[in-house]
Each structure stands twice: as structure tokens, then as C-alpha cells.
């Protein structure tokens, strides 16, 4: 059984521009959960979907927004980039996201801002 | 409030034990983690325990929660050199998995 894949895996975007990020999860696998992953801020949580609704939310402003697709797939989106958005944004997918569920998380997508 | 914290550093010898410690702060934790990240890799899920347990063992590893002081930790037996990593335990509230991950500790093991 395929991993979760995560595309691109390496980005490197200017500020103030936009970027967005792809997850495929693993089959049969319903839910996926974005995290961001920074040496000062360490790993935190962005959202989770399940059957294509945002489910759970993180602390992150407007500019973060994310969606998923009747297949599973997720799409996360970044406007207006900071250079603080610097980070490694993994993806993991669950088959039902519930708390006993295993998480498998992707390589990440490394996006550098400058 | 949700936070978790742990020590960043750990060094042991190979075939020692490891111990590693984490400390949360909400008591409604439903679930508790251990991941495991290597350089250039994912995290991937070692274990995870269930709030109304205080311990479980799986294999080399053995995982302690302590609900009442909010202190979790993992031993791994015989350590290894390709237990080298960065450990993250996390907790998830209600069941679903928005996880809140510790700061993670890097546990060096030296042969």
C-alpha cells in the first residue's frame, strides 16, 4: 500500500506571493491533518478533514486555508506569504480520524519564503 | 490550555535503557503519543496510550502515564543506534486527532 505523498517537496516562494501544497493520502483513508513544523514554534496543528469538511482548526490566521476533495486528496493553501511561513508542512492521514486511529504523515513539503 | 513539554537533549550508551519524559498540561487528554522522527523523514506513530491506562508495553518499548502529576514517558530497552531520532509525544483531546505535539528530544545513542 502506497505512503502518504506530499508534492511538491521542496518550494521556495517571495513574500507577498501565494502557494499551494498537495497531500494524497493513503487509500481508504478519510481523514488528513496539516501540521507546520519550525525550529522555534515546533510542530503544530493547522487543520483536519474529513469527507471534505474542515473538521478540527488550529491557531493560524485566515491567510492558512486548506480543502479536500471527494477522493481524499487535500490542497493546502497559503496567501499573502511571511517570511515566517517559512517551515516544513507535513500531512498525515488517518482512516477515520478518530483518537485510536494511526496517523501516517508524508516526507513534507519544505517551503522556503524569501 | 494545551502544552507539552519535554527535555530537548538525551545521550545514552548503547544497550542502556532510555527514558524519556513528557508533561502535559490538560488533564482532558484522551490520548497520548509517542512518535518518532528521523533526519530527513516523517514522523512516524510508536505508540500511543489511552488516557484511562497507566502503562503499556510494546516490545522494546514500555510507555508510563501518570494522569494525576500529568507525566508520560517512554523507556526503550537495549537501545540502538538506529534509535537515534527525535522523540515527540503529543496528546489529542475528545477522541479526534487535532494533536498537540511536545517539543520533541533528541535522543543520541552512542555505540
Known amino acids: 500500500k502506497a505512503g502518504v505523498t506530499q508534492t511538491p517537496r521542496y518550494l521556495i516562494k517571495t513574500r507577498g506571493q501565494q502557494v499551494t501544497l498537495s497531500c494524497s493520502p493513503i487509500?481508504?483513508?478519510?481523514?488528513v491533518s496539516w501540521y507546520q513544523q519550525t525550529p522555534g514554534q515546533g510542530l503544530q496543528f493547522l487543520f483536519e478533514?474529513?469527507?471534505?469538511?474542515?473538521?478540527n482548526k488550529g491557531n493560524f490566521p485566515g491567510r492558512f486555508s486548506g480543502r479536500q476533495f471527494s477522493n481524499s486528496r487535500s490542497e493546502m493553501n497559503v496567501s499573502t506569504l511571511e517570511l515566517g511561513d517559512s517551515a516544513l508542512y507535513l500531512c498525515?492521514?488517518?482512516?477515520?480520524?478518530?483518537?485510536?486511529?494511526?496517523?501516517?504523515f508524508g516526507p513534507g513539503t519544505r517551503l522556503t519564503v524569501t | 490550555g494545551e502544552d507539552v513539554e519535554q527535555s530537548l537533549f538525551l545521550s545514552v550508551r548503547e544497550g542502556d535503557s532510555s527514558v524519556i519524559n513528557c508533561t502535559y498540561t490538560?488533564?482532558?487528554?484522551?490520548?497520548l503519543y509517542w512518535y518518532k522522527q528521523e533526519p530527513g523523514a516523517g514522523l512516524q506513530l510508536l505508540t500511543y496510550?489511552?488516557?484511562?491506562?497507566d502503562m503499556k508495553q510494546d516490545q522494546r518499548l514500555t510507555v508510563l502515564l501518570n494522569k494525576k502529576d500529568k507525566h508520560l514517558s517512554l523507556r526503550i530497552a537495549d537501545t540502538q543506534t538506529g534509535d537515534s531520532a527525535i522523540y515527540f509525544c503529543?496528546?489529542?483531546?475528545?477522541?479526534?486527532?487535532?494533536?498537540?505535539f511536545g517539543t520533541g528530544t533528541k535522543l543520541q545513542v552512542i555505540p
Open positions: 503529543a496528546e489529542s483531546i475528545g477522541g479526534y486527532q487535532k494533536v498537540t
Open positions: 487509500s481508504g483513508h478519510r481523514s
Open positions: 498525515a492521514s488517518s482512516f477515520m480520524g478518530q483518537g485510536a486511529d494511526e496517523q501516517y
Open positions: 496510550i489511552f488516557s484511562n491506562m
Open positions: 478533514y474529513f469527507s471534505e469538511t474542515q473538521r
Open positions: 490538560d488533564s482532558s487528554s484522551t490520548y
